[in-house]
């Protein structure tokens, strides 16, 4: 490993650290430093951009402390076998970083993740000692997202949930046959067992602040993971059902969905060609419909085709053109479970649309005043004024006696649905 200066570990190391999406970037417009790339380049790497609990979009150093790895997972770029350029930052110098970002307002946080190098526990104690110099050594306030490594000693992980505000472990092969053969160092139970003590540790700090707010933090902000997308020949659903039981098993904030990139040099067990993006982002709706919009995931599957998500159409209007006996709905009088699988209409327009039917009925130029999404809904939707001719695809839209009839699936599922939440559907 030849020697660099911070500048050019910074290079290699928010360039590696890219290919983990569990601390995703926003749509930000491109801003340069370094040369016009590295920390600065929101479009690139090194600063990404995560939400907090409350909402907030808050810019994040994303890095590796290194990329050296001892595992040799074979869709991974900086497995022990790749030709790659190899850096190591001291914990010193990610702290100084950290801290040098925010003080230039840059940053307001740090994300790090790492190889795994000499052992589990030695890089888990490189990991934890900088987050531990960061708040005791400098008082650091900023948010710290840290990835754990599941062979560690719970001990360190323990530490580590006392410092930062969310931690994560990507389990990243959604088929458990998969990992002897992608990724043989890594062992499926290990990483579910490793994610099981962290739900249970998050729950009983969250259960012990309701009882004295003086109680200590563990990760407040929970723990996520990430699965990858077309590596291992899971299909949409496959990845679907994995998901849930993730969700469900360790009550994750967030499972991030990455699709496999091919590498220099990969091996022959993967994919010549990557999957479609688009393949990523209806992961991403699909994962939201049964999150936020009452959604069963059997009603998801049950909308596929041979097992994956249409690219051509988003899965909330799959699901309302194989549904059509459920539309159209009544704006003005449709309960808001039924007005949330309305194409077009999301958390927030719903929000809106139910605030403001109380003081008047509304008309088809209330809806175009309340989301602008209203011509994607207008053939799925009855208002005073407008009642739908013809569907997207060409049929009558059978109108239903009751406007605001589920299917029971549906009934039956129950989701949070905070109005703080992005909308992937509608704004």
């Known amino acids: 490993m030849a020697h660099l200066d911070t500048t050019g570990k910074l290079a290699i190391l928010a360039d590696a650290a890219k290919y983990d999406a569990s601390c995703a970037s926003s749509a930000a417009p491109r801003r340069t430093s ?4 590295g920390v600065g380049s929101t479009g690139g790497s090194g600063i990404c951009h995560a939400y907090a ?16 790895c001892v595992f040799d997972c074979a869709y991974c ?43 589990s526990n030695y890089t888990m104690e490189q990991v934890v000692r900088v987050a531990r110099m960061l708040r005791q050594d400098h008082d650091f306030r900023g948010y710290i997202h ?3 490594i599941p062979d560690a000693d719970p001990a360190l992980i323990e530490e580590a949930g006392r410092y930062a505000d969310r931690l994560s472990i990507n389990v990243e092969l959604p088929r458990a046959e ?3 053969r992608l990724a043989p160092e890594k062992q499926p139970d290990r990483i579910e067992a ?11 700090a969250k259960a012990a602040r309701r009882e004295s707010r003086r109680a200590p933090l563990f990760a407040p902000a929970g723990q996520s ?67 936020f919009y009452g959604y069963s995931l059997a009603e998801i599957v049950g909308s596929m085709r041979q097992g994956m998500l249409d690219l051509a159409a988003d899965p909330k209007l799959v699901w309302a053109l194989a549904n059509r006996q459920c539309f159209p709905v009544d704006i003005n009088r449709a309960d808001r479970e039924m007005l949330l699988r309305v194409p077009g209409l999301g958390v927030r327009s719903v929000g809106r649309i139910l605030s403001s039917r109380r003081h008047r009925t509304l008309r088809f130029e209330d809806l175009s005043r309340l989301t602008r999404s209203a011509e994607r809904a207008r053939p799925f939707v009855v208002t005073a004024d407008s009642h739908p001719g ?33 909308e992937l559907f509608a704004a």
């Open 178 to 180: 998969s990992f002897p």
């Open 194 to 204: 490793t994610m099981g003590g962290l739900a249970r540790r998050i729950g009983e």
């Open 53 to 68: 609990p409350d909402g907030r979009c808050i810019s994040l150093l994303k890095i590796l402390l290194t990329n050296v």
């Open 146 to 148: 840290l990835k754990t």
């Open 77 to 119: 770029i900086n497995r022990a076998s790749s030709n790659v350029r190899r850096a190591r930052f001291t914990a010193e110098e990610v702290v100084g970083l950290t801290l040098d970002f925010y003080k230039r307002n840059y940053i307001e946080g740090l994300f790090l993740s790492s190889g795994i190098i000499r052992s």
């Open 390 to 422: 013809q569907s997207l695809d060409g049929p009558m839209i059978d109108q239903p006696r009751n406007a605001s009839r589920v299917p029971e699936p549906a009934r039956r599922a129950s989701h949070h649905t905070g109005g703080s939440q992005l």
């Open 34 to 37: 370094l040369g016009g790339t």
């Open 225 to 291: 993971t990430q699965l990858i997308v077309g590596a291992d020949g899971a299909s949409d659903a496959e990845i679907m059902s994995a998901s849930r039981r993730l969700y469900e098993s360790f009550r994750l904030k967030r499972v991030y969905y990455s699709a496999y990139s091919p590498i220099p040099a990969s091996s022959s067990l993967l994919p010549a060609a990557p999957p479609p993006l688009l393949r990523e982002h209806r992961l991403y709706q699909a994962d939201w419909l049964t999150r």
